[in-house]
């Protein structure tokens, strides 16, 4: 603990202050009023302190002022934004966090719905060119969407078209030159390369500059990105990268709540200034109309220029509002790179008192261990990973159910993380309320749970 406490001492930049940190009583787990050790920020991130006032300020408004409140709040001379333009403050603070231009981006519906509509867009199959490529293994919503879009395309048998890459036999993670090779092999026929930028599992960061350019040099296939886990987590650079789409979710590094208003980015290359020229067709609706027009209620769509002009619906106020107070902390900590360069030293942490554990379990070490843990995240290098370490538990002698025991008793002792059943643990220290002390509890909880076995 001592160590931890110095680097907690050298490195003291956390903004833990602006976040409600759950503790062990309103967790339910004793009477005690102590924080718990919170690593759970790759699934739902801590609510900012700010989140409940830019909520009340809109419910008031609603309470005070109900509709009037669309076009003039009540409380616009202390900063808030009429409902009608509610997501347009949060365009600078997102563009930074993924590398856009502001007109790429756009806070709008969920995660899934913006896969869904950016596919109905992008992915256009022809004869020549109809295969998609993503990972085995990727999130369910991924694989639904990727496969029902074959459907409604007329292909009988997606699984002919899907084609998955996955690790080595033996390995947990995909190799870049795997994914490469894979799409030089089906040059002629993909339509589509769609990856995560961080995978849900395993923790790896893909490379995604060097996977996108790989694939662009073949003309015709365009590469999207489901940034769920990379948003908030890993800087990005979409525009430069020449990134065709991506969209993301804000509930886990972006701390915006629970089912938080997903986002999308739609490169500038794709969408252009003037009216009059051709739009990309889209799943369209009013709010992506000419906001000048917007209320006139003509039948004659005019996206706006850029990613805005792919919303439908106009947004939830609360949820956006929510969106806005957790990246003004972003904004706070100087952006996504100095908050990356704290997430490495915080995992980097982890990892080394992970395998420093008697628990520890290279994955070329020989002897057999009646229990132990190993690491599916690759972690040789920084950028292969981003804050979540991906634990699996498991025993040479036929011993079962070590992870659930193991995730009882964290639990139990303060530490929250996430299991991934039969085998797996995710825990993940967000710099922005993480501590290097909170790093130390977690491995030293478990050192003692696998005692426990
Ligand atoms: C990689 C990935 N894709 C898709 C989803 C689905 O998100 P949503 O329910 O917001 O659509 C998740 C949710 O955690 C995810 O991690």
Not at 18 to 39: A, Q
Not at 124 to 147: Q, V
Not at 237 to 242: E, I, T, V
Not at 303 to 312: C, D, K, N, S, V
């Amino acid at each position: 603990m001592e160590e931890a406490l110095k680097l907690d001492k050298k490195y003291p930049e956390t903004l833990k202050d602006e976040f409600n940190i759950p503790t062990f009583k309103s967790m339910g787990i004793s009477s005690d009023n102590s924080p718990v050790t919170y690593l759970c920020g790759n699934s739902l991130g801590l609510m900012p302190r700010s989140t409940r006032d830019s909520i009340i300020a809109e419910l008031d408004a609603w309470s005070n002022c109900a509709v009037e409140s669309h076009f003039c709040h009540p409380k616009e001379s202390e900063g808030k934004t009429p409902w009608v333009n509610i997501d347009l403050p949060i365009l600078p603070l997102l563009a930074p966090i993924v590398g856009a231009q502001e007109n790429e981006v756009a806070a709008m519906n969920s995660l899934t719905t913006n896969l869904n509509s950016l596919l109905v867009t992008f992915y256009k199959p022809t004869e020549k060119r109809f295969k998609i490529l993503f990972e085995k293994g990727s999130f369910p919503s991924d694989y639904y969407a990727f496969y029902n879009q074959c459907k409604i395309h007329g292909i009988s048998e997606p699984e002919n078209v899907l084609i998955q890459v996955e690790p080595r036999k033996g390995e947990t993670y995909i190799k870049t030159q795997d994914i490469l090779h894979i799409i030089e092999e089906n040059q002629d026929k993909l339509a589509l390369v769609c990856l995560p930028g961080v995978q849900y599992y395993t923790g790896q960061y893909f490379d995604i500059g060097r996977i996108t350019s790989f694939a662009h040099q073949f003309l015709g296939i365009l590469v999207g990105w489901d940034l769920a886990h990379a948003v908030g987590n890993v800087p990005l650079q979409l525009h430069d990268w020449g990134v065709d789409f991506a969209c993301w979710c804000s509930y886990k590094y972006l701390n915006s709540g629970p089912g938080a208003i997903g986002g999308l980015f739609v490169h500038s290359k794709h969408t252009t200034p003037d009216p009059t020229k051709e739009h990309l067709p889209r799943l369209a609706g009013w709010w992506g109309n000419d906001a000048s027009k917007r209320f006139q209620m003509l039948e004659n769509f005019e996206p706006i220029p850029g990613a805005l002009g792919f919303r439908q619906s106009n947004p939830s106020v609360i949820d956006t509002v929510a969106l806005k107070s957790s990246l003004e902390i972003f904004a706070k900590f100087d952006g996504i790179s100095e908050v990356r360069k704290r997430s490495l030293l915080l995992t980097n942490y982890m990892v080394e008192l992970l395998e420093a554990s008697k628990y520890y379990k290279h994955p070329l070490k020989m002897e057999k261990l009646p229990h132990f843990f190993t690491l599916l995240t690759p972690t040789a290098k920084d950028e292969d990973h981003g804050a979540q370490l991906s634990l699996y538990f498991d025993s040479d002698t036929g011993e079962e159910g070590i992870m659930s025991k193991v995730f009882q008793y964290l639990h139990d002792h303060g530490v929250i993380g996430d299991a991934r059943r039969p085998n797996v643990i995710r825990l993940a220290p967000a710099p922005l309320y993480n501590t290097f002390a909170d790093v130390y509890n977690a491995v030293n909880a478990l050192n003692q749970a696998m005692n426990k076995l």
